[in-house]
């Protein structure tokens, strides 16, 4: 059994470096690349003003953070649900930044960068040239985007996993037309193994005689061989 996790994270800016902090973090857990329903959900408070740009890209402002809990309260919670496993992300190294940024605030290890999956790679690898963000990717794979009127980590987490499958095969694996545990049939070769004995039909007597009856009845049949004949000569 494989496990790994999705993530997906919104933030006050676009840069930790320069003060930015997380606002929502979501997670969903798969098993065997398939979603399991477990899933780590947070809005935080994140201390600091949100520019009214940020916001309308998320449609999150600061009176709705007020009270909720700082990313110092989540953060056990969350390193718990991910695990050890690989994480999942679109734009990995965004999201990684950010979390690295709020860990090292906490005295706390940053991420393995080893365990970062980025689906915009993956997506770049396999549709070069072409626009590959999750929006887009979402539209190719006929994947349903009518609730995302706005960034929202959670829901992009579920449209990810969707996305996700679909650039590494996922929802093909464990495919078989043998149903688990049955014994596969014999295969049945009906190849010739040997040279054909020819098998004529021969009509009987009576067979014959009803053709024979059936014919007379028709005009100028072809099936005799005078009619046959006479034909050939006007066909030329």
């Given at each position: 059994?494989?496990?790994?996790?999705?993530?997906?994270?919104?933030?006050?800016?676009?840069?930790?470096?320069?003060?930015?902090?997380?606002?929502?973090?979501?997670?969903?857990?798969?098993?065997?690349?398939?979603?399991?329903?477990?899933?780590?959900?947070?809005?935080?408070?994140?201390?600091?003003?949100?520019?009214?740009?940020?916001?309308?890209?998320?449609?999150?402002?600061?009176?709705?953070?007020?009270?909720?809990?700082?990313?110092?309260?989540?953060?056990?919670?969350?390193?718990?649900?991910?695990?050890?496993?690989?994480?999942?992300?679109?734009?990995?190294?965004?999201?990684?930044?950010?979390?690295?940024?709020?860990?090292?605030?906490?005295?706390?290890?940053?991420?393995?960068?080893?365990?970062?999956?980025?689906?915009?790679?993956?997506?770049?690898?396999?549709?070069?040239?072409?626009?590959?963000?999750?929006?887009?990717?979402?539209?190719?794979?006929?994947?349903?985007?009518?609730?995302?009127?706005?960034?929202?980590?959670?829901?992009?987490?579920?449209?990810?996993?969707?996305?996700?499958?679909?650039?590494?095969?996922?929802?093909?694996?464990?495919?078989?037309?043998?149903?688990?545990?049955?014994?596969?049939?014999?295969?049945?070769?009906y190849a010739p193994t040997g040279p054909r004995t020819p098998r004529p039909i021969v009509p009987s007597a009576a067979a014959l005689a009803a053709h024979a009856a059936f014919v007379a009845r028709l005009k100028d049949p072809?099936?005799?061989?005078?009619?046959?004949?006479?034909?050939?000569?006007?066909?030329?």
């Amino acid at each position: 059994m494989t496990r790994c996790v999705l993530l997906d994270t919104e933030t006050t800016g676009l840069d930790p470096a320069a003060g930015d902090r997380i606002i929502e973090i979501a997670a969903l857990e798969l098993v065997n690349d398939i979603p399991t329903g477990q899933r780590f959900h947070a809005l935080v408070d994140p201390e600091c003003d949100i520019p009214e740009e940020v916001v309308r890209v998320h449609g999150i402002t600061a009176m709705q953070l007020r009270g909720k809990p700082r990313f110092a309260e989540v953060a056990a919670e969350l390193l718990e649900f991910v695990g050890d496993g690989q994480l999942v992300a679109h734009n990995a190294a965004f999201d990684f930044a950010f979390l690295d940024a709020e860990l090292a605030r906490l005295g706390m290890p940053r991420l393995d960068p080893a365990r970062m999956v980025d689906t915009l790679a993956l997506a770049k690898a396999r549709f070069p040239g072409l626009p590959n963000s999750l929006d887009a990717l979402c539209r190719r794979f006929g994947i349903d985007l009518s609730e995302r009127t706005t960034h929202n980590a959670l829901l992009d987490c579920r449209l990810l996993a969707d996305v996700y499958m679909e650039l590494t095969g996922g929802r093909q694996r464990g495919l078989s037309l043998v149903a688990a545990g049955a014994a596969a049939l014999p295969l049945v070769s009906y190849a010739p193994t040997g040279p054909r004995t020819p098998r004529p039909i021969v009509p009987s007597a009576a067979a014959l005689a009803a053709h024979a009856a059936f014919v007379a009845r028709l005009k100028d049949p072809l099936w005799t061989l005078e009619a046959g004949q006479k034909r050939h000569l006007e066909l030329g």
